[in-house]
């Protein structure tokens, strides 16, 4: 019998109602049923190659680039779920929103994990050898972050700043495979994409506030306690401030700067709304990120096209 949907899955998700029943428990073993999590991988790797378009003679925006993070973005986070799962399965076991997961409950052994985990990191592989070397390097550079971040939150009380760290690797990546190097610009907003990763994964850490206390599992919602809403409130205002100077660093024009201001207006939103004490407030202004990042992304992907229009 298929495992049953997760908690924090969208209803009646693709993986539960069209995946044969056999793929469902591996599929959601890399969250292909939570597709928030690809999409917050991929888009810091949009804003790196759309950021890349704005300095004075960059190339266009290439649409091959952009589908080929897309498949990355999508493969890899499978792959880091599947690692997280198989660090923090008895944990899991432990924990509400997670002991129906496909290892805690049984549906898949640790070795199959393991097997599955090797299949992603190959295509993984494959897709970053497309890009130029540069870009092929600083990838493969982000591969212990990524091994680590299970093991921080028993350490750390911010597992949340390693997450930034892997999850937007990508703005790097993204600037080197136009670019062929490094520079201000994408570091500023790679450190834009840290403080907004901070505030986004300190929402999602308050589902499971009360279980982590009890299985020991640290995180920033934990550290801050009663001043969380100032504590995101505050990596919210980091990231459009890290945004903004990476946006005047490549000199971007009216539109980069308007995205800017709606992605800044986007984040204070969920601020506004968020009840820490509940969960669906917590999991929808976690999720809400989405539409966030990509309304940014879009902003400089038009400015960039706008000015090699001109």
Known sequence: MPSPSLPDAPPGNWVDTRAPPGWRPYLRLMRADRPIGTW?????C???????????????????????????????????????DITDRDIDARVART???????????????????????????????????????????????????????RI????????GLAFNWGVLV???????????????????????????????ALQDIDDDAIVGVRSTARYFGTQVMTAISFFYAAAILFAVLALLRVTAGPIGYLGAIIFAFMLARQVMTLDPSNERSALAAFRANRAAGLVFFLALAADGWLRASL
């Open 40 to 44: 917050l991988l991929l888009l810091p």
């Open 46 to 84: 949009w804003w790196g190659a759309a950021l890349a378009t704005l300095p004075d003679g960059a190339p266009r925006l290439d649409v091959a680039h952009l589908a080929l993070f897309a498949i990355g973005a999508f493969v890899m986070r499978g792959a880091g779920c599947v690692w997280n």
């Open 99 to 153: 002991a129906g997961r496909p290892l805690p409950s049984g549906a898949v052994t640790v070795r199959a994990a393991l097997l599955f985990m090797a299949c992603l990191l190959a295509a993984g592989l494959l897709v970053l050898l497309q890009f130029n070397l540069p870009a092929i390097l600083i990838g493969l550079s982000s591969i212990l972050v990524i091994a680590a971040y299970p093991f921080i939150k």
């Open 156 to 163: 750390s009380d911010f597992p949340q700043l390693v997450l």
């Open 174 to 204: 993204g600037w080197a495979a136009v670019h062929g190097d490094l520079g201000v610009a994408p570091l500023l907003l790679y450190s834009a994409g840290i403080a907004w990763t901070l505030g986004y994964d300190t929402i999602y």
